[in-house]
């Protein structure tokens, strides 16, 4: 008997901030962690060691190969509250699996994105450089954000490195630090 499956939409309830919709971004990200999505024998042994799941769940973790599908809206989109950003369809098991993952990445990103588009919006055609990797919570999250500020709108940043990853112009300020140099 071939397992149940399931859909799944990906959208939010309320617009954070009385804004009338959220820029969706992130989609890049999914789609490249569901491509990676595996669990290697590190993660079998911890789990085995929980003593929660039987060997015949884990042999199933061990040989997962993702049979869902992903429609989206492309990145860069006002969505609307209630409106999905993404839908999931595949065996309901590996459907829930992936939920904290996507929303994980969808929130995070279009939160950015969004923010970048009003504050691009408020600066009316000046520009508006990107420079959060400081506040970020973590590398990559400081990565993944300076991609959704661009989306939103930003035309440079100062996170060298996402300069390097996405082709964004860098630019930058300089260093807030004071130091004493001895000779």
Same mark, same amino acid.
Not at 156 to 164: E, G, H, I, Y
């Given at each position: 008997m071939p397992p149940t499956r399931a859909t799944f939409d990906v959208f939010f309830r *309320?617009?954070?901030?009385? !804004?009338?919709?959220?820029?969706?971004?992130?989609? *890049? *990200?999914?789609v490249q962690a569901l491509n990676n999505f595996h669990f290697d024998e590190d993660d079998l042994a911890y789990l085995r060691s929980l003593d929660l799941y039987n060997e015949r769940f884990l042999t199933m973790l061990r040989t997962i190969?993702?049979? $869902?599908?992903?429609?989206?809206v492309p990145e860069g989109l006002p969505v609307f509250p209630r409106e999905p950003l993404m839908t999931v369809t595949g065996p309901i098991a590996q459907a829930q699996m992936l939920e904290t993952l996507i929303l994980n990445i969808l929130n995070h990103q279009s939160l950015i994105a969004t923010k970048s588009r009003r504050i691009n919006f408020a600066a009316a055609g000046r520009p508006v450089m990107e420079f959060g990797a400081r506040r970020a919570q973590g590398p990559d999250s400081a990565v993944y954000g300076t991609r959704a500020a661009v989306i939103? !709108? $930003?035309?440079?940043?100062?996170?060298?490195?996402?300069?390097?990853?996405?082709?964004i112009p860098a630019a930058g300020t300089m260093a807030h630090s004071c130091g004493v140099i001895q000779q």
């Open positions: *309320q617009v954070p901030d009385q !804004g009338s919709f959220v820029v969706a971004a992130g989609l *890049q *990200q999914v190969k993702l049979d $869902c599908t992903v429609q989206a939103g !709108g $930003c035309g440079s940043t100062s996170n060298v490195l996402a300069a390097k990853m996405f082709g």
